[in-house]
């Protein structure tokens, strides 16, 4: 079992930054593929950015050149650098683990922190 609890999230005006931290407990944390999904109100949850175990990141077209995931297996944790943020990046924020590199490569995520708002002001 994982435990992942995402901080981080909060009101900034647009072409701020953020940067969101997501910390794991449980299994080990080195052989999760990791992931940040967002959810804006009344729209579906989409997938934002990826790690993979070996350190390769993936990254949605809307984010991509303003979002930098990164991982740190000794601290067990996840980031997601925010620069550039837009009024469009509103939303609840979640941190993803995959159990199994077949679930990461699918974005089939087997754990779930609760989300942090994030709020961008124009």
């Known amino acids: 079992q994982v435990q992942l609890v995402e901080s981080g999230g909060g009101l900034v005006q647009a072409g701020d930054s953020l940067r969101l931290s997501c910390a794991a407990s449980g299994r080990v944390f080195g052989s999760l593929g990791m992931g940040w999904f967002r959810q804006a109100p009344g729209k579906q949850r989409e997938w934002v950015a990826g790690?993979?175990?070996?350190?390769?990141?993936s990254y949605a077209d809307s984010v991509k050149d303003r979002f930098t995931i990164s991982r740190d297996n000794a601290r067990k944790s996840v980031y997601l650098q925010m620069n550039s943020l837009k009024p469009e990046d509103t939303a609840v924020y979640y941190c993803?683990?995959?159990?199994?590199?077949?679930?990461?490569?699918?974005?089939?995520?087997?754990?779930w922190g609760q989300g942090t708002q994030v709020t961008v002001s124009s």
């Open positions: 790690i993979h175990v070996v350190g390769s990141t």
């Open positions: 993803a683990a995959a159990a199994t590199v077949n679930n990461y490569i699918m974005r089939r995520f087997d754990y």
